[in-house]
């Protein structure tokens, strides 16, 4: 009777482990813990600065990055930072000039890890954009409201608090400074790594 009684219980024990295994991990990362991240890569205007389409700019580069809170595995609150500069196309007022932009402000992350190790997320924010041409002394340093969203995807290394991402993301604000007035569009498309201290 105790022989079958202590077999019945190891039996039971070997059917729970897993779950209450499963339910450590999940409470584990659901704990909230700090995250940083950089990133580099390129920048497009999705949009021209008039509406002849006669003013644009050059594809340009990124770089930036940031650091946040992830709340649980699902969700993020971050602060971020992205500089990007462009130069105008030729036949244009910033000819041979570079516009330099730099956005700040924060972003909601929400994401879906998956057992392969990767998160698809997106990205929804708030912040500003710097707008400076130091190629044109003419030109009226200005920073304007801009709002944020974005798409991508994470990869966790095995074993390791480590990441490697993709995302492209676009800021929409108003350019309405030296002699322009209209809503702009500008796509970041980059690649980064982000760290997450162990939870």
């Known amino acids: 009777m105790y022989a079958q009684s202590t077999a019945i219980a190891a039996l039971v024990l070997s059917l729970l482990a897993p779950s209450i295994a499963t339910a450590q991990t999940s409470q584990t990362l659901d704990r909230p813990t700090a995250v940083f991240f950089a990133n580099g890569g390129g920048n497009s205007s999705l949009t021209d600065l008039d509406d002849a389409g006669t003013t644009s700019l050059k ?88 709002g944020k969203g974005g798409v991508g995807v994470e990869y966790t290394l095995p074993r390791s608090d480590f990441g490697l991402y993709a995302q492209a993301n676009s800021y929409i604000y108003k350019f309405d400074r030296n002699g322009f007035d209209k809503t702009q569009v500008d796509l970041l498309w980059t690649g980064g790594v982000s760290y997450r201290l162990p939870r």
């Open 59 to 146: 594809t340009g580069w990124t770089a930036g990055g940031g650091a946040g809170v992830q709340l649980n595995r699902y969700v993020a609150l971050r602060g971020t930072f992205d500089f990007a500069q462009a130069d105008g196309e030729s036949a244009t007022p910033f000819a041979g000039q570079s516009l330099k932009h730099y956005f700040y402000g924060g972003d909601v992350q929400l994401r879906y890890p998956t057992a392969n190790g990767f998160a698809p997320y997106v990205l929804l924010g708030a912040g500003a954009v710097t707008i400076d041409n130091p190629d044109n002394a003419a030109f009226n340093r200005f920073t304007k409201f801009a």
